[in-house]
């Protein structure tokens, strides 16, 4: 009879003993990050009854007012689909309305509402205080690093688009 044997217990590798190349460990860090970023904002923009997409919405109009729906998606990342969808939820709730262009029936410009300018400005300050108390531990000279990182990485991406 051969002798029971204990299962082996693999424990995960310490960070730096991670034999994956330096690529791979910044995308999976920045992907965890976004997520606990996207999660912090998230709650915090629950509790003035928003979403983190329509306080996208609301913060890109009050930069400027009456983008196309296009011009919105573009802006937002998203697609054309996505933002008829999220305007139509933002319309019903009274944050937005839509108003046809004078000199293109076919085209609806964005517009806010009072409902929509009052909700953006009582947001903006819980939104703000996550971003300092997550990003305050970098000096501004290292937020202005990483900025200009973040940027190069982007424009990265668009050439391999």
């Given at each position: 009879?051969?002798?029971?044997?204990?299962?082996?217990?693999r424990s995960?590798p310490?960070l730096?003993?991670?034999?994956?190349?330096?690529?791979?460990?910044?995308?999976?860090?920045?992907?965890?990050?976004h997520?606990?970023l996207?999660?912090?904002?998230?709650?915090?923009?629950?509790r003035?009854?928003t979403?983190?997409?329509?306080?996208?919405?609301l913060?890109?109009?009050?930069?400027g007012e009456?983008?196309?729906?296009?011009?919105?998606?573009?802006?937002?990342?998203?697609?054309?689909?996505?933002v008829v969808?999220?305007?139509?939820?933002?319309?019903?709730a009274?944050?937005?309305?839509r108003?046809p262009d004078?000199?293109?029936?076919r085209?609806?410009?964005?517009?806010l509402?009072?409902?929509?300018?009052?909700l953006?400005r009582a947001?903006?300050?819980?939104?703000?205080?996550?971003?300092k108390g997550?990003?305050g531990?970098?000096?501004?000279?290292?937020?202005r690093?990483?900025?200009?990182?973040?940027?190069?990485l982007?424009?990265?991406?668009?050439?391999?688009?």
């Amino acid at each position: 009879m051969s002798p029971t044997r204990k299962p082996h217990s693999r424990s995960l590798p310490v960070l730096h003993d991670d034999p994956r190349p330096w690529e791979v460990k910044v995308a999976v860090a920045l992907v965890e990050f976004h997520g606990r970023l996207e999660r912090h904002l998230s709650e915090e923009l629950a509790r003035h009854g928003t979403t983190l997409a329509q306080f996208d919405a609301l913060m890109t109009l009050c930069l400027g007012e009456g983008l196309t729906q296009q011009d919105l998606a573009e802006r937002l990342l998203v697609t054309k689909a996505n933002v008829v969808g999220l305007i139509d939820r933002m319309e019903a709730a009274g944050l937005v309305e839509r108003r046809p262009d004078p000199d293109d029936r076919r085209v609806n410009r964005i517009y806010l509402t009072v409902a929509g300018r009052r909700l953006a400005r009582a947001a903006k300050p819980g939104e703000e205080a996550v971003l300092k108390g997550i990003f305050g531990r970098l000096s501004q000279d290292e937020l202005r690093q990483l900025h200009g990182m973040l940027a190069r990485l982007n424009a990265g991406c668009s050439e391999a688009e």
